[in-house]
């Protein structure tokens, strides 16, 4: 579904989150983390990422999250994690973090009473049942 979302005026990220999909990539990431064995958890991923991904889940985390935050920035950055673990990091990352009106983002501003608002597609909840 099409929403038009406000911008943070400092920020420039939406003020509004796909719930949908924070859900969705919370679980799936949930699941592989919770799946993971000692050996191949070496990097500590569950430690580290467990607690934000539980947080989304019980909508407690303060979003948007800030991605200086992330664990594994570097690893990441340098094509160090596991593929799957990337697979499903990456879209629940990107969700909690808002889409940013920055640079190639900002597709079609539209500026109304002083605010800036951009168009957004967000799941349909209904839909993931």
């Known amino acids: 579904m099409r929403k038009l979302v406000e911008l943070d005026q400092v ?3 939406t003020k509004e989150f796909d719930e949908a999909k924070i859900e969705r990539s919370a ?3 949930k699941e592989y983390l919770l799946g993971l064995t000692p050996k191949e ?3 500590k ?3 580290l990422v467990l607690p934000i991904v539980e947080q989304a889940l019980s ?3 303060e979003l948007p999250f ?3 935050k992330k664990p594994f920035r570097y690893e990441s950055g340098e094509g160090l994690l596991p593929a799957e ?3 499903l990091a990456s879209p629940f990352f990107v969700a909690i973090s808002g889409m940013s009106g920055l640079g190639s983002n900002l597709i079609d501003p539209i500026h109304k009473d002083g605010k800036i608002y951009v168009w957004m597609e967000f ?3 209904a839909s993931r049942i």
Do not use: P, Q
Request: no cysteine; net charge negative; aromatic share 4%.
């Open 11 to 13: 920020t420039m990220v």
């Open 27 to 29: 679980l799936a990431l």
């Open 41 to 43: 958890d070496a990097l």
């Open 45 to 47: 991923m569950k430690e």
């Open 59 to 61: 909508r407690t985390l």
């Open 66 to 68: 800030d991605n200086r």
């Open 85 to 87: 673990y990337s697979k």
């Open 123 to 125: 799941e349909d909840a």
